[in-house]
């Protein structure tokens, strides 16, 4: 599911019989549930609801899934061929 940019992910108890999901790719711990579809789809969007008016009245900045960095260990033979070829092309690794 997906709301307001925020990921959900969907999974089912089939002992207690209710779906559930947490919101995905945060830190933060944002936890729905709901016995049917349309009442985890508005459990879920309550969740994110109450966790961005939590982060204003706090006044700190919510968490972001996919904010644009991807930091990744390639080792030092690639990340010196990764940046000559971006020099040579005239930019930047980032780029």
């Known amino acids: ?5 925020y ?8 002992e207690n019989g209710i779906f559930y999901g947490r919101v995905e790719y945060i830190r933060s711990l944002i936890s729905y549930e709901g016995y049917d579809v349309e ?4 459990s879920f969007h309550e969740a994110v609801e109450d966790y961005l008016e939590l982060a204003h ?4 900045e919510p ?3 996919f904010k644009g960095s ?7 033979d690639l990340h010196r061929r990764a940046a ?3 020099k040579q092309k ?3 690794l980032n780029n």
Do not use: H, W
């Open 1 to 5: 599911m997906e709301y307001k940019g």
């Open 7 to 14: 990921l959900g992910s969907v999974n089912y108890n089939d």
């Open 39 to 42: 009442s985890l789809q508005n």
């Open 57 to 60: 009245t706090q006044n700190i």
């Open 63 to 65: 968490e972001q899934p």
């Open 70 to 76: 991807f930091n990744i260990r390639t080792g030092s």
């Open 84 to 86: 000559i070829a971006a």
């Open 90 to 92: 005239g930019i930047n």
